[in-house]
């Protein structure tokens, strides 16, 4: 069969429907402005014929909260619509087909049972429904901008990891500007900053493609002998085979559709067709639909479902929270949090550290009080190696820089699919450590909503660690961002079971336990007297406008996680830093 060769960039009609549209000429009003080479590469590069009759791109023309939808219906091809009569104000209106399909996805939540369609999308809106549609969990990393303050709480954590990507830039002078309307030249270069490489039309395809590829082409692709130097992204409107045949994906592999990739990794010269059934995936392909994988799947998805029922809904019949562990002891005190009184647990340790305490020295944190000896140190996932020279952290470098420990991602459970992966340079970075002098632990995210997937999780985690030594703890890191995560809706109970039983089977391999818990977690999932035999690793970014310079934790950590922004030499991009409390 004849293999097409993707022209330099394929990106065709992505915004047809949406724009009134012009031959592919330069506009003639966006000559010198500063999202000129964006719109021209989408419009004369790309082969997008937007703008409108007259010539113009009217780059700085706000957008419509409707025409947006339709903007990401048409990029990702939603296939489930929610009912008519969801929002009161959508009927007869020309977007609402791509509104009822964005809100089935979660994407498109409206106000008040209004989708508000003729409105002007402000931009922490649209940042927001981005992050949604493309299932981009958020972050909890401080944001930067002057401004800040005015971002919006239900937006901070997708603004923070769109720009943790590097997806946005176009804050002036640091600016984010989160009221502001979004302009149509703003979102073109968002949408160029996001992907590269459309794929509207099934066939066979075998250019390298330089940054991210999407496939939305409702029949699917297949790809071959080739590399993807960004993201391979497969949109939920694919409903045909996507092949993989010798392809190499430099960073992840997420499937937002219900077809399964097939991945082989056969000799170029023998291509993989859709009429070609690929062999099974075995241990040590790539992620064939992985959330964030950046790493190697090496377990069918579970039977779970991908959300879990809430709170009052048993997880029988699998193993039950009160056969893992005894529940904690209340002491009778209590604390505040969130409005909330917290129970305090006997056999736990109160935090002893306090604001002045701490110094900033750089952008670390250093400790000065008497109570404790300190260390410094970092944790790393394969986030660190892309961003470094060849792909390869200078450990020795990293050391001289003044780090003592060092904590590596060993893997992953995808946050929505529950599929388990390995990180890609877990191996390589526990050997530069270890070789380099630096203690070396290492954590797994964790997604368990069973105490079988809990043991699962340890089971691979002691599966990779086999060969290789590390003189550091293992942490069970369980992280619940928003709705979008399986974990969400877990009950205290079987979240607290989840934990213990990882620990105890860590634990059992001659390994140290650790729980890495944020606040939330803390106090609202974790019974503290069933987790105070580990170690406790708590994550609390601070900056030099920070109220407190320590951690608000009631608990004593262990270690800190202080920051998401350090320098350290010999990485690329930003690291993760902590500090260890030592008795």
Same mark, same amino acid.
């Given at each position: ?169 176009? @804050? ?49 692709? @297949? ?26 994906? $430099?960073?992840?592999? +997420? ?47 579970? @039977? ?81 190696? +892309? ?11 990293? +050391? ?83 709705? $979008? ?99």
């Amino acid at each position: 069969m004849r293999q097409i060769r993707l022209p330099k960039r394929i990106l065709s009609g992505l915004l047809a429907g949406a724009l009134l549209l012009t031959p592919a000429m330069a506009f003639t009003d966006t000559g010198g402005h500063w999202a000129e080479t964006a719109v021209n590469k989408w419009s004369q590069e790309y082969g997008v014929l937007q703008g409108y009759d007259d010539g113009s791109f009217r780059p700085d023309a706000s957008i419509t909260r409707g025409a947006f939808a339709g903007i990401l219906d048409r990029f990702l091809q939603f296939q489930t619509a929610a009912p008519s009569g969801t929002f009161s104000d959508t009927t007869g209106s020309r977007w609402e087909d791509s509104i009822l399909k964005l809100n089935a996805a979660g994407v498109y939540l409206g106000s008040e049972g209004k989708a508000l369609p003729g409105d002007s999308i402000t931009r922490q809106q649209a940042m927001t429904m981005v992050a949604r549609a493309f299932q981009l969990g958020g972050t909890d990393n401080p944001l930067s901008y002057h401004d800040e303050a005015g971002v919006a709480n239900y937006a901070r954590p997708y603004i923070a990891e769109l720009t943790a990507r590097g997806w946005i830039t176009d @804050a002036v002078e640091n600016n984010f500007r989160p009221t502001e309307s979004l302009t149509r030249a703003e979102l073109v270069n968002l949408l160029n900053n996001m992907i590269q490489v459309l794929i509207q039309t099934s066939g066979n395809y075998s250019s390298n493609v330089d940054g991210t590829l999407l496939i939305n082409a409702t029949g699917g692709a @297949a790809l071959s002998n080739m590399t993807v130097s960004g993201d391979l992204l497969i949109a939920p409107g694919v409903t045909g085979a996507v092949t993989l045949d010798n392809v190499t994906v $430099s960073g992840e592999i +997420r499937n937002f559709s219900s077809i399964t990739p097939q991945i082989t990794q056969s000799p170029a010269e023998t291509p993989v067709t859709p009429e070609q059934p690929a062999p099974p995936e075995q241990p040590g392909t790539p992620s064939s639909g992985e959330d964030f994988d950046w790493g190697i799947v090496v377990t069918p998805p579970p @039977a779970a479902p991908d959300t879990p029922g809430g709170p009052d809904q048993p997880a029988a019949p699998g193993v039950q929270p009160n056969e893992v562990y005894t529940p904690g002891v209340p002491t009778g005190e209590t604390f505040l949090y969130d409005n909330r009184q917290i129970p305090v647990y006997a056999g736990t340790e109160r935090s002893q550290l306090s604001h002045g305490d701490f110094v900033w020295s750089g952008d670390r944190l250093v400790y000065v009080g008497n109570q404790f000896r300190t260390r410094f140190g970092i944790d790393i996932s394969a986030y660190q190696n +892309r961003a470094s020279e060849n792909e390869t952290i200078d450990w020795q470098a990293v +050391r001289n820089d003044g780090v003592e420990f060092a904590f590596v991602r060993v893997g992953l459970r995808g946050y929505s699919s529950g599929k388990i992966a390995e990180d890609a340079y877990y191996r390589q970075n526990i050997q530069g450590a270890m070789a380099a002098g630096i203690e070396t632990g290492v954590y797994f995210f964790a997604q368990a909503i069973t105490v079988e997937e809990a043991i699962e999780e340890a089971d691979f985690v002691i599966q990779c660690l086999q060969g290789l030594e590390i003189n550091g703890p293992v942490a069970y890191d369980w992280e619940m961002g928003n709705s $979008s995560y399986r974990v969400y809706g877990i009950a205290p109970e079987m979240a607290t079971a989840c934990a213990v039983a990882f620990c105890k089977r860590i634990q059992e391999a001659g390994y140290t336990p650790m729980v890495y818990q944020s606040s939330y977690v803390a106090y609202m999932k974790y019974d503290q007297g069933a987790v105070a035999p580990y170690l406790c690793w708590f994550p609390e970014y601070k900056s030099d406008s920070s109220e407190k310079l320590c951690p608000t934790l009631y608990y004593q950590p262990d270690y800190w996680q202080f920051s998401s922004k350090c320098s350290i030499a010999g990485i690329g991009g930003n690291v993760d830093a902590n500090i260890q409390f030592i008795r």
